[in-house]
């Protein structure tokens, strides 16, 4: 199954219908929270969806400040999920002065997430992509960079670490983000929209538009559409063997 692998299916208007229209188009979500009191209404979005939606647990790095009371709630569902997303640093205006705090409950997410075995994780990293390679150091689970935006180097300290890069429409039709994904092992590419976030010509993004992501890298890859769909369809496979 093709999946969207980093989705805030629970802020669309309609995430229901969303999330059904998706699973008809034969696209599957990891739905990502921006808070662990966000978990329990957005888990609701996979009754009768359980094997195409799965539910990410969460707690964004640009509302780490706001939200750091709620790491006990965090913790107290981290054994119930082998997903974790959105978690992250982010050093980008506005954001830069909580970086206390965000590394704070990164590490503490990380920690907790190591000793329990490890997770399937979306992270984010703008801005800061250096300071979240720094923690990943170490830490058990399936790191995935959710938009990277950081240069070759880094990139290639990144598959060295083991972390796995979903890659969206966005980012394939610019040209730094186009070179980066060149340089992706093939094993390590998932696909993403970040919507309702991002849009493409002033239209939302739609789960089933991560599609849009295999045409841009025909050439790129130097694959066919059909090889590119199967390539990350069992990626995917793979990806949640190591940890459900």
């Not at 089933?208 to 841009?216: E, H, L, N, P, V």
């Amino acid at each position: 199954m093709i999946v969207d692998m980093h989705c805030h299916l629970d802020l669309y208007e309609d995430p229901f219908a969303i999330a059904k229209e998706t699973v008809a188009r034969g696209v599957g979500i990891l739905s990502v929270t921006t808070t662990p009191k966000a978990w329990a209404g957005t888990k609701k979005l996979e009754q009768g969806l359980e094997n195409s939606i799965y539910t990410a647990l969460g707690l964004h790095p640009q509302l780490a400040a706001q939200r750091f009371d709620e790491l006990g709630l965090f913790d107290a569902i981290l054994p119930t999920t082998p997903f974790v997303g959105e978690i992250g640093l982010d050093g980008g205006k506005g954001f830069k002065n909580s970086m206390d705090i965000q590394l704070k409950v990164f590490r503490h997410i990380l920690s907790n997430v190591h000793s329990s075995g490890g997770r399937v994780m979306s992270i984010h990293s703008r801005y800061a992509t250096e300071q979240v390679l720094d923690e990943l150091k170490g830490i058990d689970g399936a790191p995935i960079l959710h938009w990277f935006t950081g240069s070759k180097r880094q990139l290639r300290r990144a598959i060295d670490l083991g972390c796995w890069f979903s890659v969206g429409p966005n980012m394939i039709s610019s040209k730094g983000g186009a070179e980066l994904v060149r340089y992706i092992p093939l094993n390590r590419i998932l696909l993403e929209t970040d919507g309702p976030f991002c849009k493409i010509d002033g239209e939302i993004l739609m789960p089933w538009d991560c599609k849009k992501t295999i045409d841009g890298m025909i050439d790129l890859l130097g694959k066919s559409k059909p090889d590119i769909s199967q390539l990350v369809s069992d990626n995917f496979t793979h990806l949640k063997k190591l940890v459900v």
